[in-house]
C-alpha cells in the first residue's frame, strides 16, 4: 500500500542553524500538508500547498518557514534559523483531491533545537 | 471557526470492557470529522471519518462513532478493548475535504489486562 514517507526520523540542530524536512506524499496526491506537534501538545497546522501554491498558512507559519515541491516527489519544509520552540515532531500529509478525501500521514520527523 | 473539544485527556478500561472516547465538535455548517490514532513513536493513522452519509460511521480495528447532529458530539466506541487499543486518539474536524484539519487535544486510552 503506498504511503507517505519523512526524512530524517531525527533530527538535532542548534539553534540559528537551518535545517530542511523531507517528505515523498503518495505518488498520485495533489494536496499537501505539514503539522507539527509539540511534545504533549495536540497537533497544529501549519501550512497546505496545492497546484505549486500555498493555499493556506497559519500563525505559526511566519517568515522562517518556507516549502517548497523541488521536483515531483518531494515535498519541503525550511526552518531558515531554529529557535528552541520549533522543537517538535513535524508530520507531512497529502490528499488525493478526490473522494474518499482522506489525509494520509507521515511517520513524523522529530525536531530538536538545542 | 471550527472546533473540537475532548472530554477525557486519559480514560483506562481493562482489556475486553467497552471503549468509550468523547468529542464534542463545533461548527457552523456540517462538518467533515474524523478518529485519528496514533501509536507510541508512530505517525497518525485514521480510524474513521463522517462526511455527511450515514450517521453511523464503522471503522478499523472495530472501532465505530455515532454523528449527533442534536449533541453535537461524535464519540468513539469499541465493544471490547484489546490491549493493541492502547494509543493516543485524536477527534479532528475540517471545514472542508482538502482543507487542513483541526485536531482536539487527544485522549490517551490505557488499556490494562
Known amino acids: 500500500e503506498p504511503e507517505v514517507t519523512q526524512t530524517p526520523s531525527h533530527q538535532v540542530t542548534q539553534m540559528g542553524q537551518e535545517v530542511i524536512l523531507r517528505c515523498v506524499p503518495i505518488s498520485n496526491h495533489l494536496y499537501f500538508y505539514w503539522y507539527r506537534q509539540i511534545l504533549g501538545q495536540k497537533v497544529e497546522f501549519l501550512v497546505s500547498?496545492?497546484?505549486?501554491?500555498?493555499?493556506?498558512k497559519s500563525e505559526i507559519f511566519d517568515d522562517q518557514f518556507s516549502v517548497e515541491r523541488p521536483d515531483g516527489s518531494n515535498f519541503t519544509l525550511k526552518i531558515r534559523s531554529t529557535k528552541l520552540e520549533d522543537s517538535a515532531m513535524y508530520f507531512c500529509?497529502?490528499?488525493?483531491?478526490?473522494?474518499?478525501?482522506?489525509?494520509?500521514f507521515g511517520p513524523g520527523t522529530r525536531l530538536t533545537v538545542t | 471557526a471550527q472546533s473540537v473539544t475532548q472530554l477525557d485527556s486519559h480514560v483506562s478500561v481493562s482489556e475486553g470492557t467497552p471503549v468509550l472516547l468523547r468529542c464534542n465538535y463545533s461548527s457552523s455548517y456540517s462538518p467533515s470529522l474524523f478518529w485519528y490514532v496514533q501509536h507510541p513513536n508512530k505517525g497518525l493513522q485514521l480510524l474513521l471519518k463522517?462526511?455527511?452519509?450515514?450517521?453511523l460511521v464503522k471503522g478499523i480495528n472495530g472501532f465505530e462513532a455515532e454523528f449527533k447532529k442534536s449533541e453535537t458530539s461524535f464519540h468513539l466506541t469499541k465493544p471490547s478493548a484489546h490491549m493493541s487499543d492502547a494509543a493516543e486518539y485524536f477527534c479532528v474536524v475540517s471545514p472542508g475535504y482538502t482543507d487542513k484539519l483541526i485536531f482536539g487535544t487527544g485522549t490517551r486510552l490505557q488499556v490494562f489486562p
Open positions: 500547498f496545492y497546484n505549486n501554491e500555498i493555499s493556506e
Open positions: 500529509a497529502s490528499i488525493k483531491g478526490q473522494p474518499p478525501y482522506e489525509q494520509y
Open positions: 463522517y462526511t455527511s452519509a450515514a450517521t
